[in-house]
């Protein structure tokens, strides 16, 4: 069979960038993917991209297309929350793969920030992924339905504020080592317990800001000069849509799609030496975190203070995450990928990470873990 590289990588700032819109932003992260796969727009003959509530459109992919000057043969456009950007590079894998597209370019972002409307447009967008009828009419927000879950998680594991404080903490270390992150403030432990309450028991520290910002890939059947890096596996899963239709606390999906994934690369999670996992708030990376078998139940923040995800034990999120690299819709999580790949590549500038990475992991989380896409990357040519 085939194999699908990561040919290229592209990603902007995340943070405020007034007068640039959908349309700019994505293509600012195009123009850097297929720049550094060394390719001219006339050699893609794919284009996946996501949605963008700033510019709600039908048509996103040939939308795009025209703005940029493409002519794919295939052109698609998904829309899978936060799991967006992975289920897009999912799909360019198999169109790679098949033989039905020789390079795919995937692109995504919006200014979610300074879009008219701006932060509380976006929040009550995002809000009407809750069920029309028994959470939308109650005045739910995405925080809010994050923190039913973490209310729930903190009871069930016995793991405490401080140990979603320390999540906080741990992303903030790193997007201050990032050019280009949001926010870069330094933050301890006792100043993110004693940040504002957004949704009890969610403080600011443990939500993710709202961004402006873009992120693309070439997705290729020819592998990188910059570094060879395979998408060796991907899975998904999809157990409910909305949370107060889950029904089972211990599998909400992630560790389904993880398992595909894992399976498709043929490789365990022994295997993995750097890890992308999404962060919308801080109890989604300790409970996405420990359901994808990378952290006991309950102990994800305590293990993180304790420094199993330090750059020299398993590198989680080397950017500054969502939670303080930024939050640009589909394009957040795609950060998560474009981090993992510069790692494995050795292309991390300050931040990279002293061992291999021969192997990496990378999950994305869409609605209230509704939807769920992993992806296993290797450094390998097949």
Not at 247 to 266: K, L, P, S, V, Y
Request: one cysteine or more; proline letters at 4%; glycine letters at 12%.
């Amino acid at each position: 069979m085939r194999q699908a590289f990561i040919a290229g990588t592209g990603l902007t700032a995340f943070g405020r960038f007034e007068g640039e819109n959908t349309l700019d932003l994505m293509s600012r992260a195009a123009r850097q993917a297929l720049a550094d796969a060394g390719l001219e727009r006339g050699q893609v003959d794919g284009l996946v991209t996501g949605y963008s509530t700033a510019m709600p459109h039908l048509m996103m992919a040939t939308l795009f297309a025209e703005h940029f000057g493409l002519r794919p043969s295939y052109a698609n456009a998904l829309q899978l929350g936060g799991a967006t950007g992975a289920a897009l590079v999912m799909l360019a894998k198999l169109l790679v793969q098949s033989g039905q597209c020789e390079r795919v370019l995937v692109v995504a972002g919006e200014n979610r920030l300074t879009n008219q409307g701006g932060r509380d447009q976006a929040i009550q967008t995002l809000a009407q992924v809750g069920h029309a009828t028994q959470e939308v009419p109650f005045g739910a927000t995405i925080p809010g339905y994050y923190a039913l879950l973490a209310g729930q998680y903190l009871a069930r594991t016995g793991a405490t504020g401080a140990d979603l404080a320390a999540i906080a903490v741990h992303m903030r270390r790193h997007a201050i080592e990032t050019e280009g992150a949001h926010v870069t403030a330094p933050l301890t432990v006792e100043e993110a317990l004693a940040s504002r309450p957004i949704a009890e028991p969610l403080r600011l520290a443990d939500c993710c800001p709202i961004s402006d910002g873009a992120a693309a890939f070439v997705i290729s059947a020819a592998p990188s000069e910059q570094g060879a890096v395979r998408i060796a596996g991907a899975g998904q899963a999809h157990r409910h849509q909305h949370v107060s239709m889950a029904t089972e606390w211990e599998n909400f999906g992630a560790a389904d799609a993880a398992d595909r994934a894992f399976a498709e690369a043929g490789i365990g999670r022994d295997a993995i030496e750097v890890l992308g996992i999404y962060d919308s708030f801080t109890v989604t990376l300790a409970m996405l975190l420990e359901e994808t078998g990378f952290a006991p139940r309950g102990q994800a923040g305590r293990r993180i203070a304790e420094g199993a995800h330090a750059v020299d034990a398993l590198p989680l999120n080397t950017h500054g995450g969502l939670l303080s690299y930024g939050h640009p819709g589909v394009a957040g999580g795609m950060a998560h990928l474009v981090e993992v790949t510069r790692q494995m590549q050795r292309r991390a500038g300050a931040r990279q990470v002293p061992g291999p990475a021969r192997a990496g992991y990378v999950h994305a989380d869409g609605g209230v873990l509704s939807a769920h896409v992993g992806l296993v990357l290797a450094t390998d040519r097949g």
